[in-house]
């Protein structure tokens, strides 16, 4: 019979028994102690403003009313639901908002790599610095500021664009009461805005690859588009993944300030401006329908789990090692 110091060690003998098993999470707790006191503050911001307004979806299935409260507020079902759905907006806005989001997911996916690749081949440190910058900086800029440089363009009696089709002999254009435009103006503004955050990402993967891989492709005779394809990109595919399935989760989360601020909430341009979250703001502050805006937010939110957990489902089941879960 064998000895149980020696079965003990043997690898994962010791957590068979739950006392192994406890010992060793407070042997893993003391190690990581410093690392989970990092973490601290956001799980505590997550934990207050993600997880305790949860307890809120109830008044998606009432009627609620601010003198009778959130318990006080009489049980309807899924009236709020029915209202919402046969709103002669809800296609208009489903259509932009699924529209713009699965635009935007191919946009955040591919230029972002392609400008990572592009700095990465890069070896002057000093304009390497200068074009992160470049990039960088528009991602602190609230989108009231861009919308205000967007109407210094965009003005239709002083705006630069319009200075520059009179000068080349054009009718100017008045960009706030024509919606067409704004499906080229609202991509081409979230891609400046927000591609410079994701390019650093891919960028930092980049930099963590070992230069003996692209050494050993160089004494192969491989050229620059094989080391490209066979190399570099397969580093990028675990997080490209990553944030592909994050990014599908959030195809009904719309970015308000996007679509509200940038086009001043021009009513003239709802045909292609209108979002879920600009309909649900506007309800809530012409009608007080607070109810009927939480059905909406908890449709997108049940939408957006179905969506992460079937995109999860399919990653994993081709390349499980860079699934979620």
């Known amino acids: 019979m064998e000895s149980p110091k020696i079965l003990n060690t043997v690898p994962g003998y010791a957590t068979s028994s739950k006392p192994g098993r406890i010992l060793r999470l407070y042997k893993d707790f003391r190690k990581n102690f410093s690392l989970l006191m990092l973490t601290l503050p956001m799980v505590i911001y997550v934990f207050i403003f993600n997880y305790l307004p949860i307890g809120g979806i109830i008044v998606a299935f009432k009627n609620y009313r601010f003198d009778e409260g959130i318990l006080g507020s009489k049980w309807i079902g899924l009236e709020n639901f029915k209202f919402f759905f046969t709103s002669p907006d809800v296609w208009r806005i489903t259509r932009n908002t699924l529209g713009y989001n699965g635009l935007f997911i191919v946009l955040g996916l591919v230029v972002p790599v392609a400008f990572a690749l592009l700095l990465f081949e890069i070896k002057g440190r000093t304009m390497l610095k200068v074009y992160q910058t470049t990039m960088f900086f528009p991602h602190f800029l609230s989108w009231v500021v861009v919308a205000y440089m967007a109407y210094s363009f965009l003005n239709p009696q002083s705006g630069l664009l319009n200075q520059l089709f009179v000068s080349l002999g054009l009718e100017p254009l008045d960009w706030y009461v024509q919606p067409r435009p704004w499906m080229f103006i609202l991509p081409v503004a979230y891609i400046w805005k927000t591609v410079g955050m994701s ?123 860079n699934a979620l879960f």
């Open 199 to 321: 390019t650093l990402m891919y960028y930092a993967t980049l930099m963590g690859i070992d230069h003996e891989y692209f050494e050993a492709a160089a004494l192969e005779g491989a050229s620059r588009w094989q080391i490209t394809m066979k190399i570099t990109l397969p580093f990028l595919y675990p997080l490209m993944i990553i944030l592909t399935i994050l990014a599908i989760g959030h195809i009904f989360y719309a970015d308000f300030g996007l679509f509200y601020q940038l086009p001043m909430n021009s009513s003239m341009l709802y045909s292609t401006t209108d979002v879920i979250d600009t309909y649900v703001i506007r309800a809530i502050r012409e009608n007080g329908n607070i109810a009927m805006a939480s059905a909406a937010d908890f449709y997108k939110s049940v939408v957006g789990f179905v969506l992460v957990m079937l995109t999860n489902a399919i990653v994993r089941k081709h390349s499980a090692e």
